[in-house]
């Protein structure tokens, strides 16, 4: 157990739709990492909040928004889904900038 | 940005033998390289990780080893067991600029131990 957890843990839900997935850091990890895993692209970094500021962008659609809440939680949502955006979501935590626990992720199957 | 290669993307070997799993980089100011181990139906689960200023880490059976020069660094895993079946990344992280902290993935190798 990495202390990360990540609600819910399976997602089915039809395009064109709106979902939130729920990341709560390790005890005292200022850095939240999101990450998606698909079979075509693999593990692909999205986006980096660190104490509720936005630190770094990766490849994350517009359609995808991000935020760190005061409690250091963080929430990613996914808008207009389509059949491409099914996938595995996972949150990762760090104190500072590097060592990275990853949560057990999210499953989204959008149909 | 960075782009992270990893051979071979899958490895069987027999229980006992050792494995070993490579990765290559691009950015020579990648300057921290961890591994993850990830199981069927859970997230990466941190092994071993080594930084640049380090060139080799041993943990138990498992070791990395870095070779800055070549940009290139690598899991060997010794009296492997078939618990050790699962899908290693190598990842590496930059240390600098508006990249700092964000990791890149190999694609991964998947490892099978057969008993």
């Known amino acids: 157990d990495s202390g990360v957890t990540q609600t819910p843990k399976h997602l089915i839900t039809a395009t064109g739709q709106r979902v939130t997935l729920r990341c709560s850091p390790r005890?005292?990890?200022?850095?939240v990492y999101w990450y998606q895993q698909s079979l075509d692209q693999g593990l692909q970094f999205l986006i980096q909040?660190?104490?509720?500021?936005?630190?770094a962008k990766g490849n994350i659609l517009e359609r995808f928004s991000a935020q760190q809440f005061p409690d250091l939680h963080s929430e990613l949502n996914l808008s207009s889904l389509e059949l491409g955006d099914s996938a595995l979501y996972f949150c990762?935590?760090?104190?500072?900038?590097?060592?990275?626990?990853f949560g057990p992720g999210t499953r989204l199957t959008v149909l | 940005g960075e782009n992270v290669e990893q051979h071979p993307s899958t490895l069987s070997v027999q229980e006992g033998d050792s494995a070993v799993i490579k990765c290559t980089y691009s950015?020579?100011?990648?300057?921290?390289f961890p591994w993850y181990k990830q199981e069927l139906g859970k997230g990466p689960q941190l092994i071993i990780d080594?930084?640049?200023?380090?060139g080799e880490k041993k943990d138990q059976r498992i070791a990395v080893t870095l070779n800055k020069t070549a940009k290139h660094f690598s899991l060997h895993i010794t009296e492997t067991q078939p618990e050790d079946s699962a899908v290693y990344f190598c990842?590496?992280?930059?240390?600098?600029?508006?990249?700092?902290?964000?990791?890149?993935f190999g694609r991964g190798t998947q490892l099978t131990v057969w008993p």
């Open positions: 909040y660190y104490n509720g500021e936005e630190r």
């Open positions: 080594i930084r640049s200023n380090v």
């Open positions: 990762a935590s760090s104190k500072s900038t590097d060592t990275q626990y």
């Open positions: 950015d020579s100011a990648s300057n921290y």
């Open positions: 005890s005292g990890d200022l850095s």
């Open positions: 990842a590496a992280s930059i240390g600098r600029g508006s990249t700092l902290g964000r990791l890149y």
